[in-house]
């Protein structure tokens, strides 16, 4: 044990006293800074709009064709997800629903175009395009944790150093284990002066207002941010036992990443397409229009409503499924939903407004309450991210270790 802690201290005097750590640190700093602050005005603008769109002046409006949007959550700050398709008003039209993809609640975009449904295919992609925290964390932090721990043991066996250490009597395990705690330890610490920057420009001049619920979920995100760079240190680490350059290190470890981020999450939700194809939405509107009046095929209509909004649901869960293969993937979802920001929130908040629009047209008022996923309930549904998180550690842990039983030190 007191070895273990002498071969900590030290890899933490000598990763903490680096260069590469100290300008990590100052690129965390600009990175995160200004990811909060773009973030913070976009969820300014998207409140405005959605705070004009509910304003008296469009009572009128709204009378004549009702018109729903989801308030913009604080947390979309952090993790963007799919809040702004969230907050594109939702026409609930009794006069045209049989034209309508999904007739009682068809969503409408920025351009125009009529999208059937929230959380249809093509917003998965959306997950993974804007430069918010979780953007900033899983793209660039993550590359960040392999430049730091590539050359972990390969580059002390190019400079002798290793086999200087094992003249000690050091087993193998407690060396790789006290690089792998150290090492995670500098680059968490170098991490800290951009998350506390950014949370005092989001607490004191961002403008955006976290209730209580949001302050407990922001550690779960951090807690989970933690948990995806350590796979990437770890990703790292492993390369570094399993090659005797660090530039062959290097090579293999960034052709892994390109994979996992970059490519994984847009192959699994575009193969997701081909497997689960959705029929397009103005074939669904002709066959709707040719059964007949509102009035007398509503039922059917709603019947019809739900097989389609089944199958975008179909398409959406297989996309998610075969990109969970990428840890950046398993991020994005985990992080999304604990921002109440996820795909699983979209879903739950179509639901809620088409419960309420035909409960209303079978003559039974109720209230539109749009109440969010609950910490549990948001908790429960990335549970599988956060656990496969978990397991992509252990292996790549197990990995180096069986690695570095092998390795030679020479």
């Avoid at 100290?22 to 005005?41: A, G, H, K, N, Q």
């Avoid at 290793?162 to 090492?183: D, P």
């Avoid at 807690?223 to 570094?240: H, I, K, M, N, P």
């Avoid at 920001?341 to 209230?367: C, H, L, Y």
Wanted: neutral net charge.
């Amino acid at each position: 044990m007191r070895s273990l802690r002498i071969l900590i201290q030290r890899e933490l005097l000598e990763d903490l006293t680096s260069g590469r750590y100290i300008l990590t640190s100052i690129l965390c700093i600009f990175l995160c800074l200004t990811s909060i602050i773009l973030m913070s005005d976009d969820y300014r603008r998207r409140l405005e709009r959605y705070n004009f769109r509910m304003s008296d002046m469009n009572e009128q409006r709204l009378r004549e064709r009702l018109c729903f949007a989801k308030r913009p959550q604080p947390l979309s700050v952090m993790a963007r997800g799919v809040d702004e398709v969230m907050g594109r008003p939702l026409n609930i039209t009794g006069w045209q629903p049989q034209e309508e993809p999904i007739a009682h609640v068809g969503g409408r975009s920025a351009t125009g175009n009529h999208l059937s449904g929230i959380g249809q295919g093509q917003h998965l992609f959306e997950l993974f395009t804007t430069p918010d925290f979780v953007y900033i964390v899983g793209m660039v932090l993550s590359a960040l944790a392999i430049f730091l721990s590539f050359d972990k043991i390969c580059g002390e066996k190019q400079t002798r150093t290793l086999s200087l250490l094992f003249s000690y009597s050091i087993r193998r395990w407690t060396l790789l284990f006290a690089k792998w705690v150290g090492g995670y330890i500098s680059l968490v610490i170098s991490l800290c002066p951009a998350i506390l920057i950014a949370f005092l420009y989001l607490t004191v001049f961002s403008g955006v207002s976290l209730q209580t619920e949001d302050w407990i979920r922001l550690p779960w995100i951090l807690g989970l941010s933690s948990l995806y760079l350590l796979v990437f240190f770890t990703l790292g680490l492993f390369a570094s036992t399993v090659t005797q350059r660090s530039s062959t290190s290097l090579i293999l470890v960034l052709s892994v990443w390109a994979i996992w981020v970059l490519g994984m999450p847009r192959i699994g939700c575009s193969v997701a397409k081909g497997l689960r194809p959705i029929q397009p939405n103005y074939t669904f509107g002709v066959e709707k229009r040719t059964m007949g009046s509102i009035d007398e095929y509503r039922e059917e209509f709603w019947k019809m409503d739900d097989e389609y909004i089944a199958t975008v649901d179909e398409q959406i869960s297989i996309g998610q499924n075969l990109s969970r293969i990428s840890p950046f993937a398993c991020y994005v979802y985990a992080s999304s939903t604990l921002a109440k920001t996820g795909i699983s929130d979209a879903q739950n908040f179509r639901q809620q407004v088409a419960e309420w629009d035909r409960e209303n047209r079978r003559g039974k008022p109720m209230q539109l309450v749009m109440a969010p996923l609950q910490l549990e309930q948001s908790l429960l549904v990335a549970s599988t991210d956060m656990i496969l998180l978990l397991a992509w550690n252990v292996l790549l842990l197990t990995g180096a270790n069986v690695a570095f039983l092998l390795y030679d030190i020479r």
